[in-house]
């Protein structure tokens, strides 16, 4: 009985080996399985975490050289409007230079052609006043005024001023134009006439003092016309 109850186990045992090998292999398969999954899982999760990683520091890596590629773009135009508004600066300042320097020569050339002008008036002047006196007769004595053989006349000019001198009875009104203009050259280039008391008015150069009444210690007025 007790080998019949042995072989029955062993039996038993034979006949439920491969199920529970099979329950155990499953079992087994299974728990490798999911030791895969979770194990693939974990490794799609580091990978994800990874590729985010990377991804962000692309993404900043991007960021960072495009905010560098900004500045460098925005530093070249601030160089560029630099360098313009310097040039601009030094063409305005060349510009005012060129001018300024225009408006020395052209005040130079100014005050050299008044200087011309001014000088070639005096001279011309005094060319004129030097004819005027060599025009001008030679002038009679005293003693000659007292024989009243000349007479002796004074004048006003427009300026305030007296003078006096010495002319033949004989003489033109001429002569005592050329000795006024020649005291004062103002005249020559500006009309005028002589005025004597009772009120006359003398502006005839070729007409006699005889002719025009005027006589001895007379004062004559110069009065523009």
């Keep these: 009985l007790w080998v019949l109850f042995v072989l029955g186990i062993f039996t038993a045992l034979y006949e439920a080996a491969p199920h529970v090998w099979y329950y155990i292999t499953k079992k087994r398969i299974r728990k490798d ?6 194990a693939g899982r974990l490794n799609a999760v580091e990978r994800l975490e990874q ?11 991007e960021l960072r050289e495009k905010r560098e590629r900004e500045r460098a773009v925005a530093e070249e135009e601030r160089q560029k409007k ?11 300042q060349e510009s005012k230079q060129k001018a300024l320097e225009r408006n020395n020569k052209r005040r130079e050339f100014i005050i ?19 004819e005027r006196a060599d025009l001008l007769h030679p002038e009679p004595s005293s ?5 009243k053989e000349a007479i002796q006349l004074r004048f006003r000019l427009p300026n305030g001023e007296h003078i006096s001198r010495n002319f033949e009875k004989t003489e033109k009104l001429e002569q005592l134009c050329f000795f006024i203009e020649s005291q004062y050259p103002f005249l ?3 009309e005028y006439a002589l ?9 005839d150069r070729n007409a006699s003092l005889e002719s025009c009444n005027i006589q001895q210690s ?7 016309m």
Excluded: C, D, F, G
């Design 33 to 38: 399985k999911k030791e895969q999954w979770s």
């Design 51 to 61: 590729e985010a990683k990377e991804a962000t520091k692309l993404k900043k890596r």
């Design 82 to 92: 630099l360098s313009e508004e310097l040039a601009r600066a030094q063409i305005l």
């Design 112 to 130: 050299k052609q008044r200087q011309s002008k001014r000088l070639s008036k005096e001279e011309e002047l005094a060319q004129q006043i030097k």
């Design 143 to 147: 003693n000659a005024v007292q024989k």
């Design 188 to 190: 020559i280039s500006n």
């Design 195 to 203: 005025i004597s008391y009772p009120r006359a008015v003398h502006t």
């Design 218 to 224: 007379m004062s004559l007025m110069v009065e523009l």
